[in-house]
């Protein structure tokens, strides 16, 4: 074999290993998108959205459902709008919960969805009322912290 026959197959196994790289980030990832003409966009209102970010996933019972379009702050009742997209084929009561979740201790952020059990389902720019915001796990510590000062200081 001369040198560019091997120039050749290394730069062929160097081109290989990098689409395989590529291929697992995007699988890891979850780059998968809900297909916008089969969704519909709903709104969900929290206090405390820790690091919620666009184009996290939107869970219900573990499956993804949709994903997170959009986050911006409501400067009259200083809350964090989110939009969330979710796919037609899950249909959600007006009564659903949302609420921002962790994966694992310190893992990304996403939304998780509880059905509630009303009849009527939720329509294309609806608004999610039953929210639950993001548990900080500074302030977790410091209430922990707080508590435990209380518990020692003389009466």
């Known amino acids: 074999m001369n040198k560019t026959v091997l120039d050749l197959w290394v730069g062929l196994f160097v081109i290989a290993g990098i689409a395989a790289l590529l291929f697992l980030t995007l699988?890891?990832?979850?780059?998968?998108?809900?297909n916008v003409s089969n969704s519909y966009e709903v709104v969900a209102r929290f206090e405390n959205i820790g690091g919620l970010k666009p184009r996290a996933p939107v869970k219900s019972a573990g499956v993804v459902v949709g994903r997170?379009?959009?986050v911006k702050f409501d400067n009259e009742l200083y809350e964090a709008a989110v939009t969330l997209r979710l796919d037609k084929r899950y249909a959600f009561p007006k009564d659903t919960t949302a609420a921002i979740?962790?994966?694992?201790?310190?893992?990304?952020?996403?939304?998780?969805?509880?059905?509630?059990g009303d009849s009527v389902k939720?329509?294309?720019?609806?608004?999610?009322?039953?929210?639950?915001?993001a548990v900080v796990l500074e302030n977790l510590i410091g209430h922990f912290l707080y508590g435990k000062a209380q518990e020692g200081a003389p009466q």
């Open 101 to 116: 979740m962790t994966s694992g201790l310190l893992g990304e952020q996403y939304i998780g969805l509880e059905a509630g």
């Open 68 to 70: 997170v379009t959009d």
């Open 27 to 34: 699988k890891v990832g979850s780059m998968n998108t809900v």
């Open 122 to 133: 939720l329509k294309d720019k609806d608004q999610i009322v039953l929210t639950q915001d």
